[in-house]
């Protein structure tokens, strides 16, 4: 079964830190991969995805992540975070297959950035 | 355009009660999933619609779960009788494209349910 790994809890950072938020899925097919942001009070908003092509795909407000599919990761980025990026950040992966596009998620990774 | 609608934002019931989730999904969507996050967990699939048929509901925990997308507009998902377990947020999420994986998922602000 397909299953999605978040390495980390809780992330505590100053702003302009760097960041890297770590992920890790298992399956052997074809995949596409996705990272979700949910900030405080907010709905799920998609914040970048990779299909197919370039593994590095650019997302909205600075964020990036690389696919590499030989450590099947999907590690999110980002140089200098600011503190509107405190929010709950979800990896998340489904079947390149039509019939099954249920997305598996990771358990998230809460981000806190101190002014 | 409008995004995923869900109603109640909120519901505290006791246990053994009956409580009905709403999803309005974009229009012209086909596709609805339901999702629930328990006790800050991962968020689970629940199932999925495509316009009105049940395509996967895999996901479904037990038979008090029921789902219905009359018309495949809205759909609902009633949860009798409640358990403690059920609490969680319930996600509503739709997408357009009816025959590929690779659809752009769009969530609802979710639905907090609360069993007492």
């Known amino acids: 079964a397909q299953s999605v790994s978040q390495h980390n809890h809780h992330v505590i950072l100053s702003e302009a830190a760097s960041l890297e938020l770590g992920c890790n899925y298992s399956?052997?097919?074809?995949?596409?991969l996705f990272w979700y942001v949910q900030y405080p009070g907010q709905h799920l908003q998609l914040l970048l995805k990779?299909?197919?092509?370039?593994?590095l795909v650019k997302g909205i407000k600075g964020f990036e992540a690389e696919f590499i599919k030989s450590k099947f990761s999907f590690n999110l980025r980002k140089p200098s975070v600011q503190w509107s990026d405190t929010a709950e950040y979800f990896c998340?992966?489904?079947?390149?297959?039509?019939?099954?596009?249920?997305?598996?998620f990771g358990s998230g990774t809460r981000l806190s950035i101190r002014p | 355009e409008a995004g995923v609608t869900q109603f109640p934002s909120h519901s505290v019931i006791e246990k053994g009660q009956t409580v009905t989730l709403r999803c309005d999904p974009i229009?012209?969507?086909?596709?609805l999933y339901w999702y629930r996050r328990v006790m800050g967990k991962e968020i689970k699939f629940l199932l999925h619609?495509?316009?009105?048929?049940?395509?996967?509901e895999s996901g479904m925990p037990n038979n008090r779960f029921l789902a219905e997308r009359t018309g495949g507009t809205y759909s609902t998902l009633k949860v009798q009788p409640a358990e403690l377990e059920d609490s969680g947020v319930y996600f509503c999420?739709?997408?357009?494209?009816?025959?590929?994986?690779?659809?752009?998922?769009?969530f609802g602000a979710g639905t907090r349910l609360s069993v007492l």
């Open positions: 399956y052997g097919g074809t995949v596409n």
């Open positions: 999420a739709s997408s357009r494209r009816r025959d590929s994986a690779k659809n752009i998922q769009y």
């Open positions: 998340a992966v489904n079947r390149d297959d039509s019939s099954a596009s249920k997305i598996i």
């Open positions: 990779y299909f197919s092509g370039d593994p």
């Open positions: 619609f495509v316009k009105e048929s049940k395509q996967d």
């Open positions: 229009s012209g969507h086909d596709n």
